[in-house]
Every structure is written in C-alpha cells, then in structure tokens.
C-alpha cells in the first residue's frame, strides 16, 4: 500500500482535489458530512468558515481522508461534532482510526470537553472503531436516517466526554497522532 502523505489543514487551494475525493465516495457516505458536498461551493466555502477544523489526508498527491471537528455555539460551546469521511479504497487500512484520533487531538487542543458523532446503527464496525477511542452511546433516534432507495435506518449518537476519558485516549495511542 502506498503510504498516507500527511493530513493537514483544509484550504482554499484544496478546494478542487476534496470535491473529486466527494465524488468518489458513495452517496450514503457522503452524508456523514452533512453538508453538499457535491456542490463545489459548498467545498470551496469552507475556507471562509474559521469556526470549523477541517483536515484533508492525502496519498500519491490525492485526498483519501476528511475529518472535520464542528464546535458547538452558545451553551454547547464545549461540545464538538467530529465527522469522519474515508475514500472506499482506503477502507479496512486503519485511515478512519487515524482521522478520528486526529480529530479528538483537535478537540482537545481548542478546549473542548465533549465530542459527538453520529454514526447509522447498521454500521457495526464503525461502530467498534468509535467504542475504542472512548465513546458511548448517549441517544438512538429510531429512522432518524434515510438512504438513497428510501430506506430508513436508526442513528445513534455517540460522545465522548475528553475530560473524563482522556487518559484513555492516551491509552489508544493518541498522543501518536501527530507522528
């Protein structure tokens, strides 16, 4: 497997390469980033935004990996939303794991003390992935989500209280992230 470049800091400059790396992703992926990510605007948007940490992997000079920390407003304002987005061939390497933790490192830096994710009940290894970065399920939405045929599916929605579990994020390896 070739090996993963870097992850860094979105720009504007990225724009095009996040917009082709969207259109590789299957549609019902493409919604854990809750935006239109098809729409170029979209995308090339949020280099504007300064209130959303959003990060870019790549490999061989294409973006295999999106992770965005969402901070919450007003009374949520310790609470992040962390989404998670891989390329299809990157699947099953171990890229999802790393981004989440980049993520959480993310919140941990800007003060955070929680971090949500929502994730479809269906999908038990991302599941799994989350359960060992230190998340519990905190709320089931029961057909919450609907998939491109109309099917409807539950969500449920995951937290992880970083004041709490941080030592258990150490345990994990996240103090490795940066490396």
Known sequence: MPKLTNIRPFTAADTDAVWEFF???PERDRTFA???VTDRETVG???DRSRANRFVAWREGSVVGYVAMIPGYGWSHHVG???????PVMR????????ARYGLKVAVDA???KVTVDVAASQEHVLGLFTRLGFH???LLEDQVQD???NFADLIVLANRLDDDWHLLETVGLDEVLD
């Open 23 to 25: 259109q590789r992703v």
């Open 34 to 36: 809750k935006e239109p």
């Open 45 to 47: 948007a949020w280099s």
């Open 81 to 87: 939303e962390l989404r998670v987005v891989v390329d």
């Open 92 to 99: 099953g390497r171990g890229l999802g794991e790393k981004l």
């Open 111 to 113: 003060g955070l003390t």
């Open 137 to 139: 399920a905190e709320a």
């Open 148 to 150: 491109p045929e109309g």
